[in-house]
């Protein structure tokens, strides 16, 4: 079972700063089948990326992934205020074991 | 819209059974692979099961795999868990998932589970 580690736990930062969210794979993911998901206090997941650098519908440009093999980053260009949430990292593709990272908690400093 | 309402949450006992149903609309529901997904009261998420679009395949996750059970009606536009042998650790939010290019990309706003004698 390939097992995601995501980067700081908890990050601490102001609106208009630049987020960076590390996601590492205990083995190579094949396809590049990463997909990042944004949730909210009382809310469910949103798709934010998938294929590790596709944006899903309607998510804004602001918001970019990249990386391939063990090694995945989500970044937001300049964060709004709606962007403070968790973000998790989640493994797919044929296999069943379907995987989640940790998450990481965006917090406003 | 992709619209996806679960239910069928509530109190159980340890060791009882409880049967989750998921409703979907605004999709066409017989193209689609379905997962759960369930998430512990301040946790993370945790995947539980997946289905194919037509029931063909399923695999669910080692800590769930002969307890529950996965199905759909693609007549109703339905997802189904069924939960047996429920222990104090299944105590979650369970949300259903649809899946578009192995992403999940439509959820719905959970049923929550509580084991607790």
Not at chain 1, 26 to 42: C, D, F, H, R, T
Not at chain 1, 89 to 102: A, D, E, K, N
Not at chain 2, 31 to 56: D, F, H, M, T
Not at chain 2, 92 to 110: D, I, K, N, P
């Amino acid at each position: 079972e390939i097992v995601l580690t995501q980067s700081p736990g908890t990050l601490s930062l102001s609106p208009g700063e630049r987020a960076t969210l590390s996601c590492r794979a205990s083995e190579n993911i094949s396809n590049n089948y990463l997909a990042w998901y944004q949730q909210k206090p009382g809310q469910a997941p949103r798709l934010l990326i998938y294929g590790a650098s596709s944006r899903a519908t309607g998510i804004p440009d602001r918001f970019s992934g990249s990386g391939s093999g063990t090694d995945f980053t989500l970044t937001i260009s300049r964060l709004e205020p709606e962007d403070f949430a968790v973000y998790y990292c989640q493994r797919y593709g044929t296999s069943p074991l379907i995987t989640f990272g940790q998450g990481t908690r965006l917090e406003i400093k | 819209e992709v619209q996806l309402v679960e239910s069928g949450g509530g109190l159980v006992q340890p060791g009882g059974s409880l049967k989750l149903s998921c409703v979907a609309s605004g999709f066409t529901f017989n193209s689609y692979s379905l997962n759960w997904v369930r998430q512990a009261p301040g946790k993370g998420l945790e995947w539980v099961s997946y289905i194919s679009s037509g029931s063909s395949s399923i695999f669910y996750a080692d800590s769930v795999k002969g307890r529950f059970t996965i199905s759909r009606d693609n007549a109703k536009n339905s997802l189904y868990l069924q939960m047996d042998s429920l222990r104090d650790d299944d105590t979650a939010l369970y949300y259903c998932a649809t899946v578009r290019s192995g992403a999940f990309t439509g959820w719905g706003q959970g049923t929550l589970v509580t084991v607790s004698s």
